[in-house]
């Protein structure tokens, strides 16, 4: 039986935290060996936020190098960088065109991102959509495995798609968000109203992946909670219920078993245990990591086989979509 296709890709903006990590690599990671997998490091995006060119091209080749140190296997999957395969630029470009200016401005991280950057409002942001629309179309796949805040790009990505389909000719397969149960909007640990994110400034906002044992123990330690006693998986207190959440995944323990483990315990017991348990789980990333460093072309290699597998799905279908609207 031939196994379903995922494709997901992330920016290379900045070393990755716990939301990236437990919204989606973790995930990628996990079912690796049900899906046929392609995985990209969407370089082209990151540019829509001013970005420093050298910086930019060793953050990529460190991002991949993450990427492998959390466990993508390049023998069940296809790890590239985006900007190495011209289609997904010449595709979002025919999709630009036919996805209305109504749909478009409706989505909200491009509101949410403009509201961050208001000295850098570019096009490109704007059009973030049309170009993941592409990245995930060129590749024909059943399932998109991303964090919650992606959903409204994918509906979006499934209308333009279904649009095209129906006006031009068959052309796409229509994609389905693959949105974890847990940990599919980790949210920040100095305010838990808004979602953990790469791009924001408080020292004690997001668990990233390098961070040292110490510092990952002092900002679980300074996590925003309440003023209640007990320890419950309680949607209402959002700060408490995001910390259960994390200890809930890495422990792989029930609800109902992580409650009982903090009856009468206090918040501090449960953060320390918190932050123990990240600790352990993230230390044999950290160290593969840092040993995949040293070896830069290594990396290179790996990115330019992957490109070179999944070269040929990506030119067919720009070739089919290219044909169907009537460009020679
Ligand atoms: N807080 C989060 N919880 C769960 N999943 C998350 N993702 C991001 N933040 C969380 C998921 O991570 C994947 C890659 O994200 P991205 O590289 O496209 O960047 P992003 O969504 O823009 O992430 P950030 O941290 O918020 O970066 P900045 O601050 O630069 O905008 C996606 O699957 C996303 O859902």
Redesign the pocket.
């Known amino acids: 039986m031939t196994k379903k296709r995922v494709f997901?890709?992330?920016?290379p903006?900045?070393t990755?935290?716990l939301?990236?990590y437990?919204?989606?690599?973790k995930n990628w990671v996990d079912s690796q060996e049900r899906y046929e997998n392609i995985f990209c490091v969407?370089n082209s995006?990151a540019i829509t936020?001013k970005q420093d060119p050298k910086q930019l091209a060793q953050k990529t080749y460190e991002l991949a190098a993450m990427l492998l140190a959390c466990g993508i296997d390049t023998k069940k999957s296809s790890l590239f960088i985006q900007s190495q395969i011209d289609e997904h630029a010449a595709l979002a470009w025919i999709l630009d065109c036919n996805i209305p200016m109504g749909d478009m401005s409706r989505m909200t991280?491009f509101k949410d991102?403009s509201a961050k950057n208001p000295k850098n409002i570019n096009v490109g942001l704007f059009n973030y959509p049309a170009l993941m629309a592409a990245d995930i179309l060129l590749y024909q796949v059943d399932g998109v495995?991303?964090?919650?805040?992606?959903k409204q790009h994918l509906e979006l990505t499934r209308d333009v798609a279904m649009r095209f389909n129906r006006d031009y000719g068959e052309c796409f397969k229509i994609p389905e968000a693959l949105i974890p149960k847990v940990?599919?909007?980790?949210?920040g640990l100095d305010n838990p109203e808004s979602?953990?994110?790469?791009?924001?400034s408080g020292a004690n906002h997001a668990i990233f992946l390098l961070d040292t044992p110490e510092v990952i123990m002092t900002k679980f330690k300074k996590a925003t909670t309440d003023s209640h006693n007990t320890i419950v998986f309680d949607t209402t207190r959002p700060g408490l219920y995001n910390l259960l959440s994390i200890y809930e995944i890495f422990t792989h323990k029930s609800r109902e078993s992580i409650e009982e483990e903090f009856v009468g315990k206090g918040y501090g017991h449960l953060k320390t245990a918190i932050a123990e348990v990240v600790i352990e789980s993230l230390r044999p990333i950290r160290e593969t990591y840092k040993k995949l460093m040293n070896d830069q072309a290594y990396i290179k290699q790996i990115l330019d086989e992957g490109a070179q597998k999944v070269r040929p799905i990506a030119t067919s279908t720009y070739n089919k979509a290219k044909e169907l609207v009537g460009l020679i």
Do not use: C, F, W, Y
């Open positions: 997901s890709g992330i920016q903006t900045g990755i935290h939301g990236n437990l919204g989606a690599v969407v995006h936020i991280q991102k495995p991303v964090g919650e805040d992606q940990g599919a909007r980790v949210m979602k953990m994110s790469k791009s924001s």
